[in-house]
């Protein structure tokens, strides 16, 4: 799926024919689409690209959300990798701004990717360490999401991974980074000692999942 693909799955989910997305979807697997390619390169972007157009006034808020709602109903129909058997009540996830960040319109949308992958989805909304690191150590977590915009706030977030990779009741958790800061600096990833990144969130379902399964190997 190119820029084209994406533009026009936004003017459906975004129209008054909404419904016949999955039917557009349908026609794109028929031409050989995997459907990890679906999600990664079709309804993640098509998620980024309402968001441009809400930053742009060129559609408000409730459409904006409708739509999402509409591409959190594709996720759950075109489920992409299979469950992990008898290890749902593993798939728990706690998703958090960098220390010192607010969550945005981006973070929200990942969380009802996640909700739509069948993940029970934790969101934290402080911007302290020590909460942070408290929350991991007393609650198990298959995998930490953090979410870093301000490229002053790495310090910050190389300390919590640090302390999260130490306390976690969970000695493998699987820790995602992501965000504006990390597209911009993609070496961060490494260097703050996470385990991977996702450019939006049908990508970051897909790398939690493989992350889980090494996890509990």
């Given at each position: 799926?190119?820029?084209?693909?994406?533009?026009?799955?936004?003017?459906?989910?975004?129209?008054?024919?909404?419904?016949?997305?999955?039917?557009?979807?349908?026609?794109?697997?028929?031409?050989?689409?995997?459907?990890?390619?679906?999600?990664?390169?079709?309804?993640?972007?098509?998620?980024?690209?309402?968001?441009?157009?809400?930053?742009?006034?060129?559609?408000?808020?409730?459409?904006?959300?409708?739509?999402?709602?509409?591409?959190?109903?594709?996720?759950?129909?075109?489920?992409?990798?299979?469950?992990?058997?008898?290890?749902?009540?593993?798939?728990?996830?706690?998703?958090?701004?960098?220390?010192?960040?607010?969550?945005?319109?981006?973070?929200?949308?990942i969380q009802r990717f996640f909700r739509a992958?069948?993940?029970?989805?934790?969101?934290?909304?402080?911007?302290?360490?020590?909460?942070?690191?408290?929350?991991?150590?007393?609650?198990?977590?298959?995998?930490?999401?953090?979410?870093?915009?301000?490229d002053t706030h790495f310090d910050e977030l190389h300390r919590a991974?640090?302390?999260?990779?130490?306390?976690?009741?969970?000695?493998?958790?699987?820790?995602?980074?992501?965000?504006?800061?990390?597209?911009?600096?993609?070496?961060?990833?490494?260097?703050?000692?996470?385990?991977?990144?996702?450019?939006?969130?049908?990508?970051?379902?897909?790398?939690?999942?493989?992350?889980?399964?090494?996890?509990?190997?």
């Amino acid at each position: 799926p190119g820029i084209e693909e994406i533009h026009e799955l936004g003017r459906i989910v975004l129209g008054p024919e909404g419904d016949t997305a999955a039917d557009y979807v349908l026609k794109l697997k028929d031409r050989g689409v995997s459907l990890d390619d679906l999600h990664s390169e079709l309804l993640g972007p098509t998620a980024a690209y309402l968001g441009e157009l809400w930053d742009q006034d060129r559609v408000d808020f409730v459409d904006v959300t409708l739509g999402v709602l509409r591409l959190q109903r594709l996720v759950i129909a075109f489920g992409g990798l299979d469950s992990i058997p008898g290890h749902d009540g593993k798939r728990k996830i706690l998703l958090v701004g960098a220390p010192g960040e607010q969550h945005s319109l981006g973070n929200s949308i990942i969380q009802r990717f996640f909700r739509a992958g069948g993940w029970h989805v934790w969101n934290c909304a402080t911007a302290n360490v020590e909460e942070v690191d408290r929350i991991a150590a007393e609650e198990w977590f298959g995998v930490i999401g953090f979410s870093l915009s301000l490229d002053t706030h790495f310090d910050e977030l190389h300390r919590a991974v640090r302390k999260i990779r130490a306390n976690s009741i969970n000695r493998k958790v699987g820790i995602i980074v992501g965000g504006s800061a990390i597209q911009r600096h993609p070496g961060w990833v490494g260097e703050l000692g996470a385990d991977g990144t996702a450019e939006n969130g049908p990508a970051a379902v897909i790398l939690a999942k493989k992350l889980l399964a090494a996890a509990l190997a």
